[in-house]
C-alpha cells in the first residue's frame, strides 16, 4: 500500500522521513510541520487532512527584493516602520491554507496581520520592514510552502476593478418588479370598490416611476447592444428585445394616461429582470484564473547588473539597456537577448521553443531570452532591450491584436430575420385593421409587438451556456467566456502539440541497453549524477531505484555540452554523449552514455511518456481533421502514427513562428481550428486558432494566454468535453423551438384581433419561465450523460 506525506499527501517517492509518529515526503514538510507544531498551530490538519503544500526544493533569489526602488514598486504601502505588500500565492487552494496564512503573526513577530483573497489568490501582509526584510518575508513563505510570484506583470498592480454595475441594473429591476406586482395586484383581481377607484390613480403613478428607472437605466445595455449592431449593419437580437421594451412602455403610459388600464409596468420590470439575472449567470467566470498573458507573466521584476569593476546591483528590468552586463543564476530566466561573456550556459529552451533537450552555450554565443540557466551563475551582455527580444516580438504579432465583437453568434444569426418577420407582420397587420377598426388597430400592433418581444430568445443562450460553464468547470475544462462555447461547437480541426500535452511534461520512459551494471556501479553511477544540474541526470537520478547512499567523489571535471568524469571509490567513471564515451550515436535519439575505467557499459536511452489512453481519444475524434506540431525532432514519429492512426499531417523542428503560420494556413483553408498546446512556445499558435485550448498539470502555473485552460489528466477525455459544447449548441436550439411555438400560437391570435395586450404581457413571462425550466433540466442531463458524478 502507498505511503503518503502528513503535510502535503504526496506519494513518498524519494525519502521516507519518520518523525513525530507521522510520515513526510521530504525535510521541507517535516519542517513546517515543527513550524507549526512549536506555535501551536497544529489545528492546520485537522481542519482539512493533508492541506499542506510541499515547499519548494530550488532555494529562490529574493534578495533584490531589498533594494530601494524594487522595494517601492512592489510594495502598496510603507510608512514610519510599517509596510503593506500584496503577493500573488497561486497555491493556495482551502480553508486550511486561509487559516495559517492568517496566522502569520503567531510564526513571526516581524508581521502584524495578514489577509487572504481567495478567490484572487493573493496575500496582504503588513510587516515591520525593520524587523523583518520584505526579502526575508518571501523566503518565509516559501519555507511554508506559498512561494509568491514575483514578476513584471504582479508588479505593475493592474487592479481587476469587479464591475458592479450589471449587479446594480438587477438589483434596480427586481425591486420595480416585486414592488409593481405588489401594486398592481388589487386592479389585476378586479373590484369597483370606492377604496380601489379613489387610489389607483397613485398606484398607476407609483408604478410608472418604478419603471423609470428599470426602463433607462436597468435596460441601458441592450440599447447599447443594438446600436453597436445596427452601426456594424447586423440586426443582434436586443433590436427586437428594444423595440419591445419601447412598445410596452409606451402602450403602458398611453393606458394609464387616457384611463383606459393599469399598463403593464410590472410585467415590462419582470422581462427585464429575468433578462438581466440571464446575463449575470453568463458572465459569470474563474477570476482564479489568467487567460489573457503575456510576457509580464513570466519575466522577473529585477535583474542583476553587474559593473565593469564586478560590482552588483539589483535593478528594474525597465531599465536594462543595451551593452548592460547582467547576471543570471541557477533556475533563472534570461529576460533579454544577449551574449554569454563568462560561465558555462546549459539553457533550457523548453517553453519557448518546446525542444526538452537543454542546450549547451559557450562564451561569445548568443543567448535568446526566456531560457532557464542550469548550472552555474552566468554573466551576459545585453544586445536587445526586453520590448524587443524574441520571446516579447510573439506579443507583436497580429494575431495577438485580434479583437472578437460577440456579434457572430446563434442567437445573432436567427434575430435577423426574426426581427424582419415579426416588423413585416406588425405591419401587413396594421395595414390590413386600419380599413376595419383604426383604434383596434393600436391593439393589434401593440399585442403583436409585446407577445414578439424575444426576451425568451434571449434567455436561452446566457442560461444554457452558463450552466454548461459550471459543468466544465467543475471537470478542470475552464472556459474563457460563453461565447467560447459556440465557438468550440463549429470546431472541424484539432492541432495538438506534442511535449507536455500529448506527453506528459516532467515524465519521461527511460530504457537502458548495454551490459549489466553491478550494484557496485549502480551505486556510483547515481553517487556521481547528484553532482549535476542537467535535466537529464536529474531524471536518470530518480529512474535509478537503489538505496541513496552517497560516497566521496574525486577529480570530478565536466565538459560543457559532452558531459562529466569523476573517481567514485576507486573506479572512474564518465557519463555523457556518445562523443564524450568514444561511440556512436544514433540520429534523433537522446541518450546517456556511461563508461567505466574507458570501457564502455552501456547507454539510457530518454523516450516522451505519452498520456494513456490517447489511442481510444483519437479512435473517437475520427469526425475531426487531427494535425500535429512539435519543436522536438522526428525520432518518434513512427510511435505517434501507431497512436494517431487518423492523422492529416506531422510537422516537427517547428519555432513558435512557424506554428502560428501553419495554424494561420489551416485556417486560409476554411478550417475551424482548435489549438491545444501547453507551453510559451505555442503562444502564438493557441492566440491564432479559433479556439486555443492551454494544457496544464496545475492550473496555477504559468499558462500562455488562451480561451480554455484545461487539466492535462483531462486530455484523453477530450471529446467529452467537444460533444458537451455541442450539445450546448442543440439545446440552445430546441429552446428557440420552444420561444417559436409560443409565439407562432401568440401571433395567430394577435393578429387576428383576439388578443388583448393585457394576455400578451402574461404570455411573454410564462414562455421565459419555460425556457429557462427546460436549459436547466436539459444542461443537467447532458452533464450527467459526459461526467456521471460531477454535473
Keep these: 500500500m502507498s505511503e503518503n506525506c502528513f503535510h502535503c499527501g504526496q506519494g513518498i517517492e524519494k525519502e521516507r522521513i519518520l518523525f513525530d509518529e507521522k510520515i513526510f515526503c521530504c525535510n521541507g514538510c517535516k519542517s513546517v510541520y515543527e513550524i507549526l507544531n512549536t506555535n501551536n498551530l497544529s489545528n492546520f490538519y485537522e481542519l482539512n487532512k493533508r492541506a499542506g503544500i510541499r515547499p519548494d526544493e530550488n532555494s529562490s533569489q529574493f534578495d533584490y527584493l531589498d533594494t530601494p526602488e524594487i522595494f517601492e514598486k512592489v510594495t502598496d504601502f510603507s510608512e514610519g516602520n510599517t509596510s503593506l505588500v500584496t503577493f500573488k500565492i497561486p497555491v493556495i487552494h482551502c480553508s486550511s491554507c486561509i487559516w495559517l496564512l492568517e496566522s502569520l503573526h503567531t510564526l513571526n513577530d516581524g508581521i502584524k496581520y495578514s489577509q487572504v483573497n481567495f478567490t484572487r489568490k493573493t496575500l496582504q501582509v503588513s510587516f515591520n520592514h525593520n524587523d523583518l526584510k520584505l526579502s526575508e518575508l518571501a523566503k518565509f513563505l516559501t519555507n511554508l510552502g506559498y512561494k509568491p510570484v514575483i514578476s513584471l506583470e504582479t508588479a505593475e498592480k493592474n487592479v481587476d476593478h469587479l464591475d458592479k454595475s450589471l449587479l446594480v441594473k438587477l438589483a434596480i429591476a427586481g425591486f420595480a418588479f416585486g414592488n409593481g406586482m405588489f401594486l398592481a395586484f388589487p386592479e389585476y383581481i378586479g373590484g369597483e370598490d370606492y377604496w380601489m377607484q379613489h387610489y389607483k390613480g397613485l398606484f398607476r403613478t407609483l408604478m410608472f416611476l418604478l419603471a423609470i428607472p428599470v ?113 543570471v543564476r541557477n533556475q533563472e530566466i534570461i529576460p533579454v537577448d544577449a551574449i554569454l561573456i563568462n560561465g558555462e550556459g546549459n539553457i533550457d529552451n523548453s517553453f519557448i521553443t518546446g525542444e526538452s533537450e537543454s542546450i549547451s552555450k559557450q ?37 495577438f491584436k485580434k479583437y472578437e465583437t460577440g456579434l457572430d453568434t446563434l442567437t445573432n444569426n436567427i434575430s435577423k430575420y426574426f426581427t424582419f418577420i415579426i416588423l413585416g407582420i406588425a405591419l401587413i397587420s396594421g395595414i390590413y385593421w386600419s380599413f376595419i377598426d383604426l383604434e383596434k388597430m393600436f391593439q393589434v400592433v401593440s399585442a403583436i409587438l409585446i407577445i414578439a418581444c424575444p426576451c425568451a430568445l434571449a434567455l436561452s443562450a446566457p442560461f444554457t451556456f452558463g450552466h454548461i460553464m459550471r459543468i466544465l468547470g467543475r471537470n478542470k475544462f475552464y472556459v474563457k467566456d460563453t461565447l467560447t462555447i459556440e465557438k468550440i461547437a463549429k470546431i472541424d480541426t484539432l492541432v495538438f502539440d506534442k511535449t507536455g500535452t500529448i506527453t506528459h511534461r516532467k515524465k519521461t520512459n527511460i530504457k537502458y541497453e548495454g551490459s549489466t551494471i553491478s550494484e557496485f556501479d549502480s551505486l556510483n553511477i ?66 546517456v552514455y556511461i563508461s567505466k575505467n574507458n570501457e564502455f557499459l552501456g547507454k539510457f536511452i530518454f523516450k516522451n511518456e505519452y498520456r494513456s489512453r490517447l489511442k481510444n481519444l483519437f479512435k473517437t475524434l475520427n469526425h475531426y481533421k487531427i494535425f500535429i506540431l512539435s519543436g522536438d525532432n522526428s525520432s518518434e514519429e513512427n510511435q505517434l502514427k501507431e497512436i494517431i492512426p487518423n492523422y492529416q499531417a506531422m510537422a516537427f523542428n517547428q519555432s513558435p513562428e512557424d506554428k502560428l503560420n501553419y495554424i494561420k494556413q489551416l485556417q486560409d483553408k476554411n478550417y475551424k481550428v482548435a489549438m491545444l498546446g501547453d507551453g510559451l512556445n505555442d503562444a502564438g499558435a493557441l492566440k491564432q486558432s479559433n479556439v486555443g485550448i492551454a494544457i496544464a498539470d496545475d492550473t496555477n502555473t504559468f499558462t500562455p494566454s488562451s480561451d480554455v485552460i484545461m487539466n492535462g489528466d483531462k486530455v484523453v477525455t477530450l471529446d467529452r468535453y467537444l460533444n458537451v459544447c455541442k450539445g450546448s449548441i442543440t439545446i440552445v436550439k430546441m429552446t428557440f423551438i420552444i420561444s417559436f411555438l409560443y409565439n407562432i400560437v401568440g401571433l395567430s391570435y394577435a393578429v387576428t384581433g383576439h388578443m388583448h395586450p393585457l394576455f400578451a404581457a402574461i404570455i411573454m413571462p410564462i414562455s421565459s419561465i419555460t425556457v429557462v425550466a427546460f436549459t436547466t433540466i436539459s444542461t443537467w442531463i447532458l452533464g450527467r450523460k459526459y461526467f456521471t458524478k460531477e454535473a
Excluded at 365 to 377: H, L
Excluded at 392 to 397: F, P
Design 215 to 327: 426602463v433607462f437605466y436597468s435596460a441601458s445595455d441592450y440599447y447599447k447592444s443594438a446600436w453597436y449592431g445596427l452601426k456594424n449593419k447586423i440586426v443582434n437580437i436586443d433590436v427586437p428585445i428594444v423595440l419591445g421594451i419601447f412598445v410596452l412602455f409606451g402602450r403602458s403610459i398611453y393606458e394609464v394616461a387616457t384611463d383606459y388600464g393599469p399598463g403593464y409596468f410590472d410585467t415590462l420590470c419582470g422581462l427585464l429582470f429575468f433578462m438581466l439575472l440571464g446575463k449575470t449567470f453568463q458572465k459569470r467566470t474563474y477570476s482564479a484564473l489568467s487567460y489573457d498573458r503575456d510576457y509580464k507573466s513570466f519575466y522577473p521584476i529585477a535583474v542583476t547588473k553587474v559593473d565593469f569593476d564586478g560590482k552588483q546591483d539589483n535593478i528594474l528590468l525597465s531599465e536594462v539597456k543595451v551593452g548592460d552586463r547582467i547576471l
Design 363 to 399: 562564451p561569445g554565443d548568443k543567448i535568446f531570452a526566456g531560457g532557464k540557466q542550469i548550472g552555474s551563475s552566468l554573466e551576459l551582455e545585453v544586445i536587445k532591450n526586453v520590448d524587443q527580444s524574441y520571446l516579447t516580438q510573439l506579443w507583436n504579432k497580429e494575431a
Design 526 to 591: 547515481k553517487t556521481l549524477l547528484k553532482n549535476s544540474n542537467h535535466p537529464l541526470s536529474k531524471s536518470l537520478y530518480e529512474f535509478i531505484d537503489i538505496n541513496d547512499d552517497y560516497f566521496p567523489v574525486d577529480n570530478f571535471v565536466e565538459t560543457s555540452g559532452k558531459g562529466y568524469g569523476a573517481t567514485v571509490r576507486g573506479a572512474h567513471y564518465k557519463i555523457g554523449s556518445a562523443k564524450y564515451n568514444n561511440q556512436e550515436s544514433k540520429n534523433l535519439e537522446t541518450a
